[in-house]
């Protein structure tokens, strides 16, 4: 029986026959209402029976009735910003009173499996709720938080519409693995891997539900995700339905986008001043009539709109939560789009005196992607201005430069912009679904210990088409283009554990968990016949398909003694299908410590403080994401058609061995934590530091074996250190929340510092290996970025540029660093890195009598941008290209090159920013109305409002370090309405 | 009742955690292992076309994804491609105007142990070996007799065996002659992760002389095999080559060995081509001068380096790709003046081996990435014999002529010039003067006399663009120093004295880090 079907037919079943006829016992029913110290009636707030699994929400004006255990003794109060309150009950009312608790104390924290109070958490973790997230157009949920946490960088990743992000928690602590965090959404771990199709896997889920992301950043909090902890988690909690009353929520929002600026290249007069000036008079008679700015042409004001409406409520002590979203996104790059569909329903019953608690949440979506053409965006930077748009000729009417002896659109030069654009269709289809159903039963003789089942599945299906028409001059050669792509992926889970909470006078508080998690991941990409524009099959794509498991033990314990001594530790072990049966299983553990000063007598009672805590931790994590599912097998490839070899008169299809490690294991990394969080002034201050040192052994890298040691030259391996440290500082200021202004303000700023410490099977005695990446625009195979042991990771690789007396930097003269006479690949020197030294965040929100005014900055200082677009054109544009001439760059003319000079470090740039990501201004309208649970706001967003930088580009945030054909970011204008009842 | 149901429960649950964790034995659906590659008879001629076409293409695509070896461009990355460039960029016969990461330093004669180039030939070089290893591995008599495999597969895979163990040869060679002392790994070194030993240079040269004379019973009779396999002929003719450098790689004279050996290739029934041109066109695989190809087919066999490299890459500047076959030139190689003065003159009017473009090209070299300065050469096409396109325009269907009967001819009067006892010298006189006729189309170049300076030269008009002159310079002492000073050499416009060092390439600076039993050739 494989393990799906153990799910199916064993486990669910027994679970339901567990309950199936259990006992109903005695219960009362307190009533009461909950208001906050100005008497405003709060609803929405939660109302749990201490001990009991039993909760319900406040209504709309702040009264409750819950039904609980006649055994139960104590009542616990949460809202949203307010601290938590545990209250005796007396009688059958309790009414309460709750305060503004900032610091969000009383909170709890979703952790990995299960929950925290904030209160005992040893860990660095940072919730971010729907209250803080960032305003306007976000169509992709990363989005929502970025520069709200110290230690996570989330770098949009460009202007496509409906784009990802790069997203690194404390830096990377990978290189050839991946360095994305796992990221959870109610209990079902996504994905890493995109899907076909898809600008953006994380973009399938619609932002607007929800209701908050907690970011685990140490290994104390991410050992329990064992061997997918090392980069952090990202849990993601969707809304719930609350209160027994239906509220309907709709809101609805309308954005322009408009690109920022251009690269700045010649204008047609200047572009034809200089060939006259530079050139023979061949090149000069290449020179057209028209004065085309090719860059204002392919882009375009953008229009997008977004609506949801979500209902929820309760039937009968089902709460439920349903929505609708839908957005129409089109991208400032003529022809590109994307528009998606979405739907959630969550919904959450009890039964059995609320002992067993049902929570299932499905949610899909139907992605529909038009991309266009980027290489338009270098097309246009480089195209002759003085060419008209149109011409008359056989490639669709659009001038093209042509190769004079055939007649032939010429290989060496650019294509037209707009007839890149237009004369190719690339529409995909993507669907997703997502759901899990979780069940939590509380033992009826046993009511601290719970058993909790989850199981999930994320189901995604990408496929599309990319046609270009028999007439476009990029592909007339093999009379137009056309292909089909389809892959599914599913990833199935079971998570099965025992919670074990209990309070115990004089002795703690114990808090333990132990579980078992079966994950398995499929991927298939069907075979698709791929056909030229006159319908003609030319081959078909490869049939794949490919799995892999991932199971999994777990157990954590957290005591808290005296309500200020935590001990935290935990431990799971990981086998994955991906490695040798010999090297499968890894182990993970963390152990932390907390100590609550606060609650010492010599500060309990500090007006000063309201909050002390310092916090250790030690964990190992590890990685296993980014390898192939069978890296451990000798594995042996067929050739495609194409790649045949000849015996005799015959063809036959090749067979390759794959390169492999047999002994394949785990990336493991140890991370120390060491923070300290500081509450002042009732919380109207809170800070919060943190620093860590995260080492990275066995480094899953691509890298260079020994030459005859293995069957290729490189090969995914164990091999290699790398260490991050830094260290974080948060600083929360909420000085003034009264009913009519409030105030609060985020300001966070983190410093890294990343070193490669081994890359070799042996420690590297020759100080010289070197692992060339990033790859540049322009020559072949031209990479721009090394990897060396002592430096950071991605460093710049680049000769050492001499200049003139006057400053001018002089063509192919570079220093001899290593001093031995010859200028030569030796003296190519590791200076800066793509990565910043230091990040911030800054949001600040003001509300003043139903006004609101919310931004955030974010800044990134010390990071390093190898301007590509500058150093690919140069003078060579016009003087060495025959039959056809390309634009320049501007900084062509002041450095003077006539050929490129790709591996100057004249092209490296620093490229820190500040930049405003948005401004919004709302207003609350349900003011006016005066009618109770009703909202209605009016707002406005300025989104990438403005930035600050020296760099000389378009945009200084290209992740990766390398600006060459980036879609730019829009500036973006939205008007938006919400409106609740 | 209650407790017998958590007992129930926790039992089902202990079950279900044990049984999946078979689970973890997920094994590769759609890619085949070595366990079930290796059962059915008929794969092994697939494995053994691999090991052929790690000489022509750069992965399992075709003409790209998939690639070999990683580290660098795919399309740079085919073993012929890189072989063509060391062969020729660094000597007088040919620039190439392209600004593509290291690639000038092979012409400027400054390389360093980091040049990607030198070392993707480098793994390309030890891509072959390792996956010759592992197919001779594999084939052995005794892991046949396991597989059960015997009757005519059996005798088969020998074949296929003998055949790779010459793949392995050749690759060695290459290794010998451009990187001297180097990694030694032979089919009893398991895949995995351990650093293999530095084999001296003329303990290899040993190695691979004794693996070519024990091929001589294994291999299938010259001319008896399949068109592009390997056979007796191809062996004898590496083991010359391996004879005629003895010099240079050990220090010892072995042209009689040479000789002796190309008197076995000469007298296996290959011919001439009547027409030097045909030598080089997308039919040249009817050719019966041909002795050992590595062969390319537009729409079977492509890749972006090989022939299609060549081919592209030739054309340029007013020349009609049409002529070529091809849909586009690359703009990328040219010659110098010296390769073109070797001639009586460059259109081919009396030596038709030259074959040069001269039309809207300078003779002289100014700039090296302009591709006008610099003739161009005409000497390869996608065009047959008979003036059809190849099978498809990007993509050519040319055969790369790796050993052919010329250079046997040419290697025994050199052999006999270098050393009276290696044969006779009118029969030598006899073999040049062959191939004089046929480049002028009458007796009218034949010469009466022969010395190393003609033979050096006449190698160059002969066999220019064909990958050998790398080997030849160094073999006559015009390489490095003072000796021979053609155009760009060292980096300068009239050429300069470069340094002996760069007779052999370093050994890549990865390779030197990854494996502590390295040591760097001196120089660098």
């Known amino acids: ?85 545990e209250v005796a009950i007396s009688g059958n009312t309790v009414n309460v009173t709750l305060r503004v608790d900032v610091a969000n104390l009383g909170e709890v924290v979703v952790v990995g499996y299960g929950t925290q109070r904030r209160k005992d958490l040893t860990a660095s973790i940072v919730t971010v709720t729907a209250e803080d997230f960032n305003k306007g157009p976000i169509v992709s949920p990363e989005q929502l938080i970025a520069g709200k946490v110290a230690g996570v960088q989330i770098t949009p990743g460009s202007g496509i519409p409906g784009g990802g992000s790069r997203i690194r928690v404390r830096g990377s602590a990978s290189l050839d693995a991946s360095n994305n965090p796992l990221i959870v959404i109610d209990g079902v771990p996504l994905e890493d891997a995109g899907i076909s199709g898809s600008a953006n896997p994380l973009a399938m889920i619609n932002p607007n539900d929800i209701e908050s992301f907690n970011i685990l950043k140490d290994a104390s909090a991410t050992a329990i995700y064992g061997s997918r902890g090392t980069n952090g988690v990202i849990i993601i909690t969707t809304k719930k339905g609350r209160s027994a009353k239906l509220r309907v929520d709709y809101s609805s929002m309308v954005s322009r986008a408009k690109r920022i600026e251009v690269v700045d290249v010649l204008s047609a007069d200047e572009f034809r001043a200089l060939v006259k000036s530079k050139t023979n008079a061949t090149q000069q008679s290449f020179l057209g009539n028209a004065n085309t700015n090719w860059q204002e042409l392919i882009y375009r004001t953008a229009w997008s709109h977004d609506h949801n409406i979500s209902l929820s409520g309760g039937i009968p002590n089902i709460p439920y939560r349903f929505s609708l979203g839908y957005v129409d996104q089109q991208g400032i790059l003529r ?122 599945s994320d189901r995604a299906d990408g496929r599309g088409t990319v046609t270009v028409p028999k007439e476009a001059a990029s592909n007339f050669r093999d009379s137009g283009f056309f292909n089909r792509y389809y892959q599914r992926r599913k990833n199935d889970l079971l998570d099965a554990y025992f919670n074990y909470n209990r309070d115990m006078e004089r002795i703690g508080r114990v808090d333990f968990t132990a579980g078992y998690g079966y994950q398995t991941w499929e991927q298939e990409n069907p075979r698709v016949p791929r056909v030229n524009a006159f319908g003609t099959v030319i081959d078909s794509s490869f049939y794949y398909k490919a799995e892999h498991t991932l199971i999994s033990f777990y157990g954590r314990l957290n005591y808290t003694f005296m309500d200020r001594y935590i001990l935290h530790a935990s431990v799971r072990r990981d086998g994955s299908s991906r490695f040798h049966p010999d090297n499968r299983w890894g182990t993970f553990p963390s152990v932390a410590v907390a100590w609550r000063m606060k609650e010492e007598s010599f500060l309990k009672n500090s007006n000063i403080f309201s909050d002390m805590k310092l916090r250790f931790s030690y964990g190992v994590t590890g990685q296993q994401e980014g390898i192939g599912n069978y890296e451990y097998f000798p594995r042996y490839t067929y050739s495609a058609g194409t790649a045949q070899y000849q015996f005799g008169n015959l063809f036959y299809p090749t067979i390759r061995p794959e390169e492999y490690d047999r002994d394949l294991k785990w990336e493991s990394t140890s991370t120390y934590n060491a923070g300290l969080d500081l509450g002042f002034l009732g919380g109207k201050i809170g800070f919060s530091t943190d620093v860590f040192r995260k080492s990275t052994k066995d480094l899953l890298g691509f890298v260079a074996v020994p030459a005859g040691s293995n069957l290729s030259n490189f090969v995914v391996t164990n091999v290699g250190e790398l260490e991050t440290k830094g260290i974080e500082f948060t600083l929360n200021l909420n000085p003034i929340r009264t009913k009519k202004f409030s105030w609060e303000s985020n300001f966070n700023i983190t410093f890294l510092e990343a070193e490669v410490q081994k890359l070799t099977l ?141 591996f100057s470090d004249y092209y490296l740039e620093n490229a820190s920013f500040l930049k405003a990501d948005n401004i919004s201004l709302g207003y609350d309208l349900g003011r006016l109305l005066k009618k109770q649970g009703m909202t209605a706001r009016l707002s406005a967003t300025v989104y990438n409002a403005f930035i600050i930088t020296d760099y000389s580009g378009l945009d200084p945030e290209i992740s990766g370090g390398i600006d060459n054909n980036l879609y730019p970011r829009p500036r973006t204008v939205s008007v938006g309405f919400n409106l609740g009842f | ?56 293409v750069s992965g399992q695509s075709g003409p790209d994804g998939q690639p070999d070896i990683a580290g660098i461009d795919e399309g740079f990355s085919t073993y012929l491609r890189q072989y063509w460039k060391a062969q020729e960029l660094t000597t007088d016969e040919a620039v190439i105007g392209w600004n593509d990461g290291s690639l000038p330093d092979y012409h400027d004669m400054d390389w360093g142990a980091g040049n990607e180039f030198i070392a993707a030939m480098y793994n390309r070089i030890y891509y072959q070996i390792g996956l010759c290893n592992e197919f001779i591995r594999e084939t052995s008599d005794a892991k046949l007799a396991e597989r059960n495999i015997g009757g005519a597969d059996a005798a088969n895979i020998k074949i296929y065996r003998s055949e790779a163990r010459f793949l392995r040869a050749l690759s060695y060679y290459h290794a010998i002659d451009m990187f001297g002392n180097v990694p030694f790994v032979t089919e009893n070194d398991k895949v995995g992760a351990f650093f293999p030993i530095q084999i001296k240079r003329a303990d290899l040269f040993t190695y691979v002389e004794n693996e070519l004379k024990e091929l001589d019973a294994e291999l299938v009779a010259a001319g008896a095999n399949e068109y592009a396999r390997a056979d007796k002929a191809a062996a004898w003719m590496l083991l010359a080559k391996l004879y005629m450098n003895s010099e240079v790689y050990t220090g010892t004279k072995r042209y009689v060995d040479a000789a002796a050996q190309l008197n076995k290739v000469i007298a296996a029934g290959f011919s001439l081509e009547p027409e030097y041109k045909n030598l080089f066109t997308a039919d ?76 809207g090209q300078s003779l002289e070299i100014n700039d090296i990435f302009t591709f006008t300065d610099g003739y161009a050469v005409r000497k390869y096409s996608n065009l047959t014999s008979t003036g059809a396109q190849g099978s498809h325009p990007t993509f050519v269907d040319t055969d790369f002529p790796m ?122």
Not at chain 1, 420 to 443: E, H, W
Not at chain 2, 24 to 45: G, M, Q
Not at chain 2, 286 to 302: A, Q, Y
């Open chain 1, 335 to 456: 022809t590109s789009e994307m528009d998606r569909k979405s739907a959630s329903l969550s919904v959450s019953p009890s039964f059995f005196d609320n002992h067993l608690r049902v929570e299932l949440n499905v949610r899909a979506s139907e992605t529909e992607n038009d991309f266009a053409n980027e290489g338009a965006i270098s097309s246009a930077v480089g195209f002759d201005p003085t060419q008209p748009v149109r011409a008359t000729n056989r490639y669709g009417g659009y001038f093209e430069w042509l190769d004079p002896t055939s007649g032939l659109p010429n290989n060496n030069a650019y294509k037209n912009p707009l007839g890149l654009l237009y004369q190719r269709s690339d529409k995909s289809t993507v669907q997703r679904a997502i759901g899990n159903i979780q069940f939590d039963y509380k033992f009826h003789f046993l009511p601290e210990l719970r058993a909790i089942v989850n199981v999930g």
């Open chain 2, 1 to 56: 009742m209650k407790n017998m149901r958590i007992l129930l429960l926790t039992g089902i649950l202990a079950f279900g955690i044990v049984s999946c964790t078979k689970d973890l034995d997920r094994k590769p659906i759609v890619e085949v292992t070595s366990a079930s590659v290796y059962a059915n008879p008929a794969n092994y001629k697939g494995i053994l076309a691999k090991l052929y076409a790690g000489l022509a």
């Open chain 2, 284 to 359: 040249n695989h009817l050719s019966n001068e041909i002795i050992f190809p590595v062969t390319f087919d537009g729409m079977r066999t492509r890749t972006w380096g090989g022939m299609t490299f060549v081919v592209h890459a030739e054309v340029g500047g007013s020349m009609n790709p049409g002529a070529y076959g091809i849909d586009g030139g690359w703009w990328g190689l040219r010659t110098t003046k010296q390769l073109v003065n070797k001639f009586p003159e460059p259109t081919g009017a009396v030596d038709r081996r030259a074959m040069f473009h001269t039309a």
């Open chain 1, 1 to 85: 029986m494989n393990c799906r079907n153990l799910i199916a037919k064993l486990i669910l079943p027994a679970f339901l026959f567990l309950f199936a006829t259990t006992a109903l016992a005695q219960t009362k029913t307190i009533t009461g209402k909950v208001t906050d110290v100005n008497g405003t009636r709060l609803p929405g707030a939660t109302v749990t029976a201490k001990g009991q699994n039993v909760t319900v929400a406040t209504n709309e004006n702040g009264d409750y009735s819950i039904t609980v255990p006649a055994s139960t003794t104590r009542l616990i109060f949460t809202s949203v910003g307010f601290g938590m309150q």
């Open chain 2, 403 to 524: 050993f052919r009967l010329a250079d046997a001819y040419l290697m025994y009067a050199e052999a006999v010039v270098r050393d009276g006892a290696a044969g006779s010298m009118a029969t030598a006189l006899g073999y040049v003067n062959a191939l004089r006729q046929r480049a002028y189309g009458s007796p009218a170049g034949n010469v009466t006399t022969l010395d190393l300076d003609f033979l050096i030269d006449e190698r160059a008009r002969e066999l220019y663009w064909e990958a050998h002159r790398r080997t030849d310079l160094i073999r006559f002492g015009k390489f490095t120093g003072a000796s021979y000073i053609w155009a760009w050499k060292g980096g300068v416009k009239d050429g300069k004295t470069v340094s002996d060092h760069l007779q052999l390439f370093p050994i890549p600076a990865s390779d030197k880090a990854s494996n502590p039993n390295l040591t760097q050739n001196p120089g660098y």
């Open chain 1, 762 to 902: 042996i420690p590297d005695t020759t100080g010289k290996y070197t692992v060339a990446r990033g790859g540049i625009s322009g020559g072949v195979g031209n990479m721009i970025q090394a990897l060396r042991v002592g430096h950071t990771p991605y460093a710049f690789q680049v000769y050492k540029q001499v200049y003139d007396a006057s400053g001018k930097p002089i063509q192919g003269l570079y220093a001899d660093m290593n001093g031995d006479g010859v200028v030569n690949t030796d003296d190519r020197y590791l200076y800066k890195s793509p990565e910043p030294k230091s990040y911030m965040g800054f949001s600040t929100q003001l509300n003043y009598l139903g006004w609101n005014l919310a931004f955030t900055l974010r800044g990134s200082f010390g990071n390093y941008m190898y301007n590509n677009i500058s150093s690919n054109n140069v003078q060579s544009n016009i003087t060495s290209t025959t039959n056809f001439l390309n634009n320049l760059h501007r900084s062509a003319l002041e450095a003077n090159f006539t050929n490129n000079q790709y």
